[in-house]
């Protein structure tokens, strides 16, 4: 099985999360390669106002351990459609699109998002 993580499981990781923070453990423990996260996810994630810069190299290391998926033509062309369908800000859009494009399963708590996305994208809640 392969995940891509949306950033509130990654800002739920670094907030100490018993519950996230296992489940990723134990998925890099299994296959360090399962776990991949969007460009978008690192953005949004480094962007956080509350980071101190003593903070963002540290965090970086952390986005880092993740397999990192960049922007592809296929990806721009279905956070497009899924934009003009569904609603979907830019970020999530394209983490569905990334998710969609590459086969894999979304691992998000956020719960409007899940009920947008889940009849097209197999999607895991923490």
Do not use: H
């Not at 592809?72 to 569905?96: H, M, W, Y």
């Not at 699109?97 to 894999?104: C, E, G, Q, R």
Request: glycine share 4%.
């Amino acid at each position: 099985m392969r995940y891509l993580l949306d950033s509130n499981i990654l800002i739920g990781f670094l907030n100490g999360d018993k519950k996230i923070i296992d489940w990723i453990l134990e998925r890099k423990r299994e296959n360090k390669f399962s776990l991949s996260i969007s460009f978008i996810s690192k953005i949004e994630v480094l962007s956080l106002k509350e980071l101190k810069n003593g903070q963002v190299n540290e965090l970086e290391r952390f986005l880092n351990s993740f397999y990192m998926i960049y922007l592809s033509d296929e990806i721009i062309n279905l956070s497009a459609a899924l934009r003009r369908k569904n609603f979907l800000s830019l970020g999530d859009a394209v983490v569905v699109a990334t998710t969609i494009s590459n086969k894999l399963i979304l691992v998000t708590n956020d719960k409007v998002l899940i009920k947008k996305v889940k009849n097209f994208v197999e999607v895991l809640s923490i």
